[in-house]
C-alpha cells in the first residue's frame, strides 16, 4: 500500500512537471535539458558497471546537454547555425581520446559513448523541432505537439494497461517484456487513435489548426504508439543486456530516468519525421 501511495505521489507530480513546463518555452528547454543531462548520466553509470566499458561520463553528459541547447537555440531563432560546432569538437574528442587512453576495448568505449547521443541527447534535443515553428518572418513557439507525445503515450500506457488486465492472453514479446500482450498494445493504441481523432476534430471545429484534419492526428497517435511500444522494448532489451531491472531509483515507486523516458526517445523523432512527411505532400 506504502509503495503504491509514492508511486502514485511520483507519477501525480511528474506528469504535473511535464505539462506545467511546456506552457513557457523557457521552462521547457530549462527542463528537458535537465532531463537530457541527467538521463545521460544515468546510461553512462549503467554502461560503465560493464566489463572492459569506460564512458566518460562527465564530456558526454556536457556534451548531450549542449546539443539539446544549441537545437533549443537554433529551433528558437536566436543562435546561428554555427552554435553546433562545439558539440562536434566534443564529438571529436570523445573519438579521439580513445587513442591515448589504452582502453582494453576501445571499440565498446567508443559505440556506448556514441550510443548515448544517438538514443538519448538527439531524441529529447528533437522536442524542439515540434515546439518551435517558422511562421512567416516570425519563430514562433507551441506547447501543442510536443505535450501530445507525451499526453499519447500516457493514454497508450493506460489504455495497454487496463486492456492487458482484462484481456490479455497473447505475448507481444515475451523474450524481452514478458508483462506486455497483443490484446494491451492494440486496445492501447485504438484508444489512443481514437483520442487523437477527436481532438483534431475538435480543433477543426474550432477552427484551429495546430496539425490539420481529424485523421491528421489520428495518423500522429498511430506513429506515437508504434515507434512508443519499440521505445520501450528498446529500454527493455537494453536493461536485461546489462541485467538490470530498473535503470535507476532518482523516481520512487517509478524507477529511473530511462524507464520513465523510454517510450519517447523514439516517438519524438518519430513525430518530427511524420509531420515532415505531411508537410511534402
Partial sequence: MRNFIVRTITGVLFVAAIVTCFLSPRAMVLLFALVTGMTIWEY??????REHVTVNRFISTVAGVYLFLSMAG???GITPPSVFIPYLVSIIYLLVAELYLRADDPIHDWAYTMLSQLYIALPLSLLNVLAFRQSGT????????????FV????????AYLCGSLLGRHKLFPRISPG????????????????AWAYGWYEQSEGMATLGAAWQWAGLGLTVVVFGTWGDLVESLFKRTLGVKDSGNILPGHGGMLDRFDSSLLAIPAAVVYLYTLSLF
Fill in 180 to 195: 506486455k500482450s497483443w490484446e494491451g498494445s492494440i486496445g492501447g493504441g485504438l484508444l489512443v487513435v481514437a483520442a
Fill in 152 to 159: 499519447l503515450l500516457w493514454i497508450n500506457d493506460t489504455g
Fill in 138 to 149: 516570425e519563430v514562433v513557439y507551441s506547447h501543442v505537439l510536443p505535450l501530445s507525445v
Fill in 44 to 49: 553512462a553509470g549503467l554502461v560503465n558497471e
Fill in 74 to 76: 537554433y529551433c528558437w
